[in-house]
């Protein structure tokens, strides 16, 4: 006989997880004292949006489900966040939620939800279990459920009268590895519309990724000299010195990658969805008119013609396909070889740094760390217009080197990196976060302190919500409203939570800073000051400001 919170780890247990990540609450005692002898961690953090966050980089980083455990009613809306971050993602996860008494259900009893309609739209499958003994039942499905076709959230409420229940009932196996089912029609047919092509682009994405993948696209793509462009913050999935890499259809892309989308007249998507940001906002390729050739590869068949109409679409995982593509002969001679070239000419050209006003650039911090850090250092982001300096500039040299939010969430970066330290903690691993971004999760200092996880945080302080600002220049010129901010002292702030914390002032400060960040053996914060005027890359406030007069008058 077990009760309830102790099937529940052992089913964890069973399905391989090493880790899970929490904010404690009463509903789910049952569960935490299932946890105490299992061998799990349990990650204690201080806001359920950031330990949802970090269950969500778990998953980014491994393939593998992130686990969370929050408590009922703020704790799971505090959650949505991470949750909303891995549905966009496509990233597996599992959330428990703690609930209201089986008994106490329909009188809106203290914190009482229906998670199935909180979300039912957010989560690939959102359930309650209502009898103990099917506890390895809807535990195993969740597994399923969170790797299949295209992976994503599953949230199970778990009423603590139920947790608390004692049971005889056997456990059930880990979830199976699925086989792929690659025929070769389906290679057949890539390979006859890549014949046909003379201006083709492969566009990668998605999730499912990994090391092999990343060096079987390498492999296809210097076969057929083919150009290869990653979408939104997807950037490692090819090494970003190979010579086939043309860049990133992400925010603020290179408007030369962006005309040559439009120009190709094939496109060879993997695992993406292709969605508005790798479009340009559906201008680039419109769904709606005719274009360019399409062959769409992703593992779930809902997606194939859900808004693009591909003249070929193969319901398999990408890194599935590539696996066999990659084995193909050699095709260097291909009559796209120079658009090829020109492809890589652009993207280089297009990472010459650009000169920023003020006495920090940015863009001379990146390139240094992107040329100090060696292969396998970890880049986390959340959002923000300080995100597109480490996009044009930093270059990625390998698969899981880049963790960073598809869906656009602020404070993502900083408990990603944290998550990202303790999987693996003898790689450096850097979070970029804006002023406003790090405010939203820096609460989680105190977690990174009490499990090791010695990050460093590069705070870029230009006293505003930048994104923001940068849109409200463009559409409503000199009318400030709303998005400046008052600031702490960030070095200060990590100080008192018993790390380390610098301000740099100048460019040439930073390496020292850098250097003694990385040395200090406990988190940092190199807080960075911008001069106010600087909005991102390539713009200024003022030049901002004028664009958006011109398109006014």
């Known amino acids: 006989m077990r009760h309830g919170g102790k099937i529940l780890a052992d089913q964890l247990a069973i399905q391989g997880v090493k880790r899970v990540f929490s904010v404690p609450g009463e509903s789910f005692l049952a569960a935490l004292d299932g946890l105490y002898e299992s061998g799990i961690q349990n990650v204690v953090c201080r806001q359920e949006g950031g330990a949802a966050m970090m269950a969500e980089a778990y998953g980014k980083l491994t393939g593998k489900p992130g686990v969370l455990f929050v408590t009922r009613g703020p704790g799971a809306t505090n959650a949505a966040a991470g949750i909303h971050v891995a549905k966009q993602d496509s990233t597996p996860m599992v959330v428990f939620v703690g609930q209201i008494a089986r008994g106490h259900r329909d009188r809106e009893a203290f914190q009482e939800m229906d998670y199935r309609a909180v979300f039912g739209t957010m989560a690939k499958w959102a359930a309650e279990v209502d009898q103990t003994d099917r506890l390895p039942e809807y535990i195993s499905r ?45 290679l057949g047919a890539v390979r006859s519309m890549l014949e046909t092509a003379r201006r083709p682009l492969v566009v990668v994405g998605g999730s499912g990724w990994s090391t092999d993948a990343a060096r079987d696209l390498e492999r296809f793509a210097q076969a057929h000299n083919l150009p290869v462009a990653a979408t939104f913050r997807r950037q490692d999935f090819m090494d970003n010195r190979h010579p086939n890499y043309a860049g990133d259809l992400g925010v603020g892309m290179n408007p030369k990658l962006a005309q040559r989308l439009q120009d190709a007249d094939l496109l060879l998507v993997l695992g993406s969805r292709l969605g508005d940001i790798a479009t340009g906002g559906y201008e680039l390729l419109d769904p709606a008119r005719p274009g360019a050739r399409i062959v769409h590869v992703h593992p779930d068949p809902d997606e194939l013609g859900r808004v693009f109409r591909p003249d070929l679409g193969i319901a398999v995982k990408a890194p599935e396909l590539l696996a066999h593509l990659a084995d193909d002969p050699s095709r260097g001679d291909a009559a796209w070889s120079g658009w090829t070239e020109a492809a890589r000419a652009d993207y280089e050209a297009w990472g010459l740094p650009k000169e920023t006003p003020g006495d920090v650039k940015m863009e001379e911090i990146v390139r240094w760390l992107s040329n100090r850090l060696d292969d396998g250092a970890i880049i986390t982001n959340g959002a923000g217009n300080y995100a597109a300096f480490v996009h044009r500039y930093f270059t990625f040299k390998g698969y899981g080197e880049q963790v960073a939010p598809t869906s656009g969430s602020m404070g993502y970066g900083f408990p990603a990196a944290i998550s990202a330290k303790l999987e693996h903690p003898d790689q450096p691993v850097i979070c970029f976060a804006g002023d406003g971004c790090f405010q939203m999760t820096c609460n989680e200092f105190s977690t990174a302190v009490q499990h090791g996880a010695n990050v460093v945080v590069i705070v870029v302080n230009n006293g505003r919500y930048g994104t923001i600002r940068m849109h409200q220049e463009k559409t409503y010129p000199g009318r400030v409203s709303g998005t400046d901010l008052v600031n702490p002292d960030f070095a200060a702030l990590a100080r008192a939570y018993g790390g380390h914390g610098e301000t740099v002032l100048t460019s040439a400060q930073f390496e020292g800073a850098f250097e003694r960040a990385m040395a200090a053996g406990v988190p940092a914060v190199i807080e960075v000051k911008l001069d106010p005027e600087v909005l991102s890359t390539g713009m200024t406030v003022s030049e901002t400001r004028a664009m958006g007069e011109k398109a006014r008058g």
């Open 142 to 186: 969740a597994f399923h459920v969170a790797m299949s076709g295209r992976p994503g959230p599953v949230v199970l409420a778990l009423p603590e009268d139920m947790l608390s229940a004692m049971c005889d009932v056997p456990d059930l196996p880990a979830v199976a590895a699925s086989v792929g089912a690659v025929s070769e029609a389906q």
